[in-house]
């Protein structure tokens, strides 16, 4: 069993690298190729990095679909939001500004995505045993990282409401802020980034006088 659990917060951590790393390997690997920084996260599907961006998004979308939470609660938004992950991955952005079928599936599913993401870390994560004073520590960065990705959305639909004369990066960065946080939330709730349960360790000499009793 124990075994089985290690596995599971492993596979939580590989979610969350994906997550914090992403958006600085497209950027890198684009600038390495002589790729300019794109507009958005999702204008690298049309860049030597597109088959990055969309095995990465494949990764967490099978991981979110398989996901098994505390309740069902948890199993359904996981498989929702995988849904969403895959929907974002084989529906790429509308390009030059295009308004395409398959470009507005792409920003509902990156939309609900980013949407359900915030959820888990702000209702899903914080449960739990709240006696437990590194659980309560967890818990504030759960909620810090969830209020950021819902900030990062918020800052989205804004952006898009004011009339612009060039795309910029903004949406860039703000996706990748989102993405950050979702990484942070991840790997913190895999056991090993902020606030792990203490562990008390026996001492050696202690281990075997107990054993010689």
Known sequence: M????????????????????LPFTLMIGGFCKSVQLQASI????YTNMGDVFVGALCCVGLFLFFYAGYDKTDDILGNIAGI???????FPTSQNDKVEIIGT????????????????????????DKSNSQKVRRNILYRICG??????????????????????????FAE??????????????????????????????????????
């Open 147 to 172: 209020i950021m990705m819902v900030l990062s959305i918020i800052s989205l639909f804004i952006y898009f409401l004011v009339p612009k004369n060039s795309p910029g990066h903004f949406v860039f």
């Open 176 to 213: 990748s802020t989102a993405l950050v946080f979702f990484g942070i939330s991840w790997l913190t709730k895999g056991g090993d980034l902020f606030f792990p349960d203490k562990t008390k360790r026996v001492r050696p000499y202690k281990r075997l006088k107990y054993l010689k009793r």
């Open 42 to 45: 999702s204008d690298y599907y």
């Open 2 to 21: 124990s075994n089985i659990i290690h596995t599971y917060k492993s596979l939580r951590k590989t979610v969350g690298y994906i997550g914090l790393f």
């Open 84 to 90: 969403f992950a895959f929907g974002v991955a084989f």
């Open 105 to 128: 599936i792409h920003i509902i599913c990156a939309t609900l995505l980013f949407i359900i993401l915030a959820v888990f870390s702000l209702v899903l994560f914080t449960k739990g």
